[in-house]
């Protein structure tokens, strides 16, 4: 690649096909790679892509310790990414805090404003914080916006 005399997008490569489930090494060579050129924002996006992946991958596996430490590199890396303040926040309901996750949350439908999870979420945490108001309120948008779980939820009431 001209554009990686250093050959780390293939190191990333062999890294992903040999080693699927190996996160770690994967996450630390592109750190490497960012270290060189912190101001190439694609490098930066594509990471923060991989990290919510993984994020996503510990999450479902019920680590959800290592999934938020992934979550956590993807929003510094990318901080304009929707998906991985939604999937942070996930991670701090699920730990019980639920001031933080829900303006995670918020963040998030403001990033996108069609971002249904996110807004599904906020339904959520703000149902389950007391204010049932704006739970009905994000729950409806989140349906509006094809969310699922809030189609379900709303048809069940």
Request: overall charge positive; aromatic content about 12%; proline content about 3%.
């Amino acid at each position: 690649h001209p554009e990686d005399p250093r050959g780390y997008a293939g190191h990333i490569t062999i890294l992903k096909t040999l080693s699927p489930g190996d996160f770690t090494s994967t996450a630390q060579t592109y750190e490497r790679w960012i270290g060189l050129e912190p101001a190439n924002d694609s490098l930066r996006r594509v990471y923060a892509a991989y990290c919510t992946d993984a994020g996503t991958y510990y999450f479902r596996m019920g680590h959800i310790d290592t999934a938020g430490f992934y979550f956590q590199r993807s929003v510094i890396f990318d901080t304009t990414s929707a998906k991985a303040f939604n999937n942070l926040g996930s991670v701090l309901a699920q730990k019980g805090l639920l001031e933080q996750a829900q303006k995670l949350f918020s963040h998030a439908t403001r990033l996108d404003s069609t971002y249904g999870d996110a807004f599904y979420n906020l339904a959520m945490v703000s149902t389950d914080r007391g204010d049932k108001a704006a739970g009905q309120k994000y729950l409806r948008k989140a349906a509006e916006l094809g969310n699922a779980r809030a189609k379900s939820q709303l048809g069940a009431q």
